[in-house]
């Protein structure tokens, strides 16, 4: 069985994008520079640039890839229970795996406004909605003296600005396969 963030790495790749795990260095398990470790602590950002010669390996517990600190190349890896955030680099779309998140940035995210959602154990991760727009009321106004014909079925409305902007943003959304 493949590991979820594994899917949504390989999905990543697949679509040309790059992939950005948000990781707990902290973790026992995690191989990293010691210098990364206390900087970063629960908080290490890795983008897996598929651009740079990563040597990325899955395994069952977890992943292992060369990575560049400071210009210094260092074997890394990192247990699944380590990774709990992977998103497109450049969309910020992608997967939270809630069981993964460590205490101390749940309770950093529960500080901020808005709170992102760590309800399930995987939940996608949707950019923020734009506001609505106002409403106003508008008056009648007086109607001119009609004809006595029978009324004509109301013109069809045209496509507000606001409809093409719409169609134009739904357009750029992709979606991403979380796999699972």
């Given at each position: 069985?493949?590991?979820p963030v594994q899917s949504v790495i390989e999905s990543l790749y697949a679509a040309g994008r790059c992939p950005r795990l948000h990781v707990d260095a902290t973790h026992a398990s995690v191989t990293v520079p010691d210098f990364i470790r206390q900087q970063w602590r629960e908080r290490l950002i890795i983008?897996?640039?598929a651009s740079y010669p990563l040597d990325l390996v899955f395994g069952e517990s977890g992943l292992a890839a060369d990575l560049s600190f400071g210009g210094q190349v260092t074997r890394c890896s990192f247990p699944w229970e380590a990774i709990y955030i992977v998103t497109d680099r450049s969309t910020g779309r992608g997967i939270v795996l809630d069981r993964h998140v460590p205490e101390s940035v749940k309770r950093q995210a529960a500080g901020q406004q808005p709170a992102p959602a760590f309800d399930n154990a995987i939940t996608?991760?949707?950019?923020?909605?734009e506001p609505k727009p106002e409403l106003r009321?508008?008056?009648a106004e007086p109607a001119e003296e009609a004809p006595a014909v029978a009324e004509a079925a109301p013109p069809a409305a045209a496509?507000?600005?606001s409809d093409d902007q719409a169609k134009k943003r739904r357009a750029a959304f992709r979606v991403i396969d979380g796999g699972g």
């Open positions: 069985m493949v590991h983008d897996l640039d996608k991760v949707e950019p923020p909605a009321r508008v008056e496509p507000s600005p």
